[in-house]
Nanobody, 130 residues
């Protein structure tokens, strides 16, 4: 059974940085599709960043500010967030999909879709004050 646990959230001021971590178990981490999503109060969950092996994709709103990465030895996914803005305030979730493959042209967009993933963590709160 896949288990995902996020950590690293907190409160920062505008322009600050945070690094989120997602400890994963129960699946082939190296070959899985992984993603980071956010959900603000009253809004739908949306994808910020996705990764499969060494390929990544980002939402336009976070390009140049957020970086997704993974440590295969530690089975941990990261999201480095720099230049944080008040609109980044949300609950952040880690997601995994064990069966992951296909053409990159399609997979690239899939990495940012909520419906693409079948395993989710409990989330970690990020609050950015102005």
């Amino acid at each position: 059974q896949v288990h995902l646990m996020e950590s690293g959230g907190g409160s920062v001021q505008t322009g600050g940085s945070l690094r989120l971590s997602c400890a994963a178990s129960g699946h082939n981490f190296r070959e899985s599709c992984m993603g980071w999503f956010r959900q603000a109060p009253g809004k739908e969950r949306e994808g910020d960043a996705g990764l499969v092996r060494i390929s990544t994709n980002y939402a336009d709103s976070v390009k140049g500010r957020f970086t997704i990465s993974q440590d295969n030895a530690a089975n941990t996914l990261y999201l480095q967030m720099n230049g944080l803005k008040p609109e980044d305030t949300a609950m952040y979730y880690c997601a995994a999909r064990s069966l992951c493959g296909g053409l990159w042209s399609t997979l690239r967009a899939d990495l940012l879709r909520v419906s693409f993933y079948d395993n989710w963590g409990q989330g970690t709160q990020v609050t950015v004050s102005s």
